[in-house]
């Protein structure tokens, strides 16, 4: 991704995201749940590569002859929550 200088390096999710709230750096995720904590005070950024913001795209599938009601309202739960963030 382009960044220089020291780098500091955390055991853990937790210890990363401690880092972040004291001001010791940033960290690129691509967890969502990284992002929606309450407990502490991390500001989110977008990322850039030629003035275009980076986006994943994310897919469910399954067979078409295994298809139920619950499937569907799994799936339907599941571009919920997506869309929501």
Not at 39 to 50: F, G, M, P, T, V
Not at 67 to 83: C, G, H, P, R, W
Request: hydrophobic share 40%; net charge neutral; charged share 35%.
């Amino acid at each position: 991704m382009g960044f220089g200088g020291e780098f500091i390096f955390a055991e853990n999710l937790d210890e990363g995201r401690l880092f972040v709230a004291g001001n010791k750096g940033f960290m690129p995720v691509e967890d969502i749940t990284f992002t929606t904590r309450k407990d502490i005070s991390i500001k989110r950024i977008a990322l850039y590569r030629d003035e275009k913001q980076i986006k994943k795209d994310y897919f469910a599938f399954w067979k078409k002859s295994r298809t139920n009601v619950y499937i569907e309202e799994f799936a339907e739960i599941l571009k919920k929550s997506f869309d929501d963030i």
